[in-house]
């Protein structure tokens, strides 16, 4: 189920090299590239969703056959998110050259970014609830705002990403960059490509499976959430 991910993988990886070379050899022009690319990928999302009248976001219990194909699986509408991670090498690698090139920001803008892509973070998320849920079917479909959130929810998420390591990279992460930093994470963070490719086959044999519906409560599905997690990191670690 998570081979398209490696299809579109390799196509961002083979396009890079277009992005990154001029971000090298003429800054000006890769930051516009870089800008333009990151907008069209934005755009292009909102359009789709719009003109077809699909859901924002990916939602079991409506139709999603035209959602996946249109949307889900197409590079082109996921191409923002490497972008942002190409800017985040960039400021990286510059500040591997000049190590003091943002160690020093000022601690208004370090609060500021913090707080920002923390309450933001939390506004995508929430914002997946409010367009997974049947009950808000008429705006899933129809909103002005369903389609604003479908074509910037994946890119803002990585921007917020991507803050959290650019300030534990740049010594500005404070306690959680100690946290993060701590060895014990090191064999996890080895293990998550597995665990993302064999996590979806865990749960659809756990699903498929059951002889009887199931009912929801938060204890199963805190209960399900670990023990799918931890056969998922025995497979990573098989894997």
Same mark, same amino acid.
């Given at each position: 189920p998570a081979s398209w991910y490696l299809a579109n993988d390799t196509q961002f990886y083979l396009l890079a090299p277009l992005v990154i070379l001029p971000l090298w050899r003429k800054k000006k022009l890769g930051l516009a590239l870089t800008?333009?690319?990151?907008?069209?990928?934005?755009?292009?999302?909102?359009?789709?969703?719009?003109?077809?009248?699909?859901?924002?976001?990916?939602t079991y219990s409506l139709d999603m056959k035209s959602y996946m194909e249109?949307?889900?699986?197409?590079?082109?509408?996921? &191409?923002?998110?490497?972008? +942002?991670?190409? *800017?985040?090498? !960039?400021?990286?690698?510059s500040n591997s050259k000049n190590p003091t090139l943002f160690s020093n920001l000022p601690n208004r803008v370090v609060r500021l970014g913090w707080l920002t892509s923390t309450f933001v973070a939390v506004g995508i998320m929430f914002g997946g609830v409010y367009y997974s849920?049947?009950?808000?079917?008429?705006?899933?479909?129809?909103?002005?705002?369903?389609?604003v959130y479908c074509a910037l929810h994946r890119v803002i998420w990585s921007i917020c990403t991507a803050w959290v390591i650019f300030a534990c990279a740049t010594g500005n992460g404070g306690l959680l960059d100690t946290i993060l930093s701590h060895k014990i994470f090191v064999p996890l963070a080895r293990l998550?490509?597995?665990?993302? &490719?064999?996590?979806?086959? +865990?749960?659809? *044999?756990?699903? !498929?499976?059951?002889?009887?519906?199931?009912?929801?409560?938060?204890?199963?599905?805190?209960?399900?959430?670990?023990?799918?997690?931890?056969m998922c990191i025995l497979a990573s670690y098989v894997l």
């Open positions: 800008g333009i690319l990151g907008l069209v990928s934005v755009i292009i999302p909102g359009i789709i969703k719009a003109n077809k009248n699909l859901p924002a976001v990916f249109d949307i889900y699986y197409k590079p082109w509408t996921r &191409f923002g998110t490497y972008i +942002v991670g190409i *800017v985040l090498g !960039y400021l990286l690698h849920d049947p009950d808000n079917e008429d705006a899933i479909y129809n909103s002005l705002h369903s389609a998550t490509f597995g665990i993302y &490719f064999s996590s979806c086959q +865990v749960q659809m *044999v756990y699903h !498929y499976k059951q002889p009887h519906p199931f009912y929801y409560s938060k204890y199963n599905t805190i209960f399900l959430f670990f023990g799918h997690m931890g």
